[in-house]
DNA sequence: GAAGACATGTAAAATGTTACATGATTGC
DNA sequence: GCAATCATGTAACATTTTACATGTCTTC
């Protein structure tokens, strides 16, 4: 089994879903089409790591509910165990950022500004999942929804991260020159190696 | 074309490579195995958007020099004009996160650790490349070497946000609970969205 | 009345990875 | 002597995307 795979069997260790639903999910992960996740379950259930139910709807289709197998909960720990691939970042942002000399500065501020308008919606609704999150009593290590909870913090992180790189590269663009920048980038880059290991708190 | 093509593009628009140096550029922004980088040049070259000279070497095999024509300068303009596609991140390291309950702390907590390892691999590598764009006397934003500076600033703070994202679920690991820190993180956000706009500086 | 969410599936085309092929040089 | 780097290419396989199919309900 594929990555796909392992990826629909963490899902469902959490929680059952159906196929629609898991495509939701799944592009938090492992981005996938529904016309790859329904012969996979097909294929993972033929295999005994899923089994499913049939849930009558009205007025909307009936939707087959995956739940986790024994089987699979055991596949899904051996794979864990093993350490994960490389991970994988394509984004046609950085090629055209990578050309902006061919755009001019103008048009490379709008691909940036572009940019931040995107990141600022994904903010929001991610904020706005964090705040759902926080809306529970008790929230382990341990809870199913703890990894559910990691993956949120991260890409909110990762957006805002996104989102002051943006305002940096515009701030360069308006300024024309970088030199300083620079120095004081690689600077921070090697006060930050002295200071790790040390708890940022000390600082204060 | 596809974003491959315009991946190449971009490269040989800042400077001429063989295939097998092209190889190694992509993997900053859209990777790619000599598989497929070679038969895709052969393509493009068809089209008339590349040329390439034999360079004869002593001691390895020739190179084959590729150069970007008038007609692909253009295709590249044209291309980087519409706005990009979505980014695709896929990274089973994440899947894993996910399923840490299955895990057990002390797994987790490796399985942290070790990508913190790889981190600072990476940061390491970046910072000495950052070091040497410092060298530099003018980098104007006009420059050809612009958009690799900021591609490679880019990956040194998202490497960095990585690692302080990996460093607080460490934290979390070890306490066990999360809700003060769930509030702490939704707080910010909010104060941030407050402060966007101000310059920083106007703080201290 | 059009667009989008809900819901599941198949087929074809494009894209990406692994394996097969070859061969010299350099550093451990 | 073994692995890695340099260097280019093809073939087979796996994965992913786009298009083809169908149909209801809800919101603008």
């Not at 001019?104 to 705040?131: C, F, P, Q, W, Y």
Request: with cysteine; glycine share 6%; aromatic share 12%.
């Amino acid at each position: 089994m594929n990555t796909l795979g392992y990826a629909i069997l963490s899902a469902l260790g959490r929680k059952s879903y159906s196929g629609y639903e898991l495509g939701k999910y799944l592009e938090n992960v492992w981005p996938a089409k529904h016309s790859q996740i329904y012969p996979m379950l097909t294929k993972m259930e033929e295999k005994g790591f899923l089994v499913h139910e049939i849930v009558e709807q009205v007025g909307r289709p009936n939707k087959k509910i995956y739940s986790i197998t024994e089987k699979g909960t055991e596949a899904l720990k051996k794979w864990i165990a093993k350490s994960p691939s490389e991970q994988i970042h394509r984004d046609e942002f950085l090629i055209k950022v990578y050309s902006s000399w061919l755009l001019g500065e103008e048009n490379s501020a709008k691909l940036v500004h572009d940019r931040i308008a995107k990141l600022d919606e994904s903010i929001a609704s991610l904020s706005d999942k964090i705040t759902e999150m926080e809306q529970m009593e008790e929230l382990e290590t341990t809870s199913k929804d703890f990894g559910r909870y990691l993956l949120f913090s991260r890409k909110f992180r990762l957006a805002k991260e996104e989102k002051d790189w943006c305002q940096w590269v515009l701030g360069l663009l308006k300024n024309k020159k970088v030199n300083f920048t620079v120095f004081c980038l690689a600077f921070t880059g090697r006060f930050n190696l002295l200071l790790d290991g040390l708890p940022w708190i000390a600082l204060i």
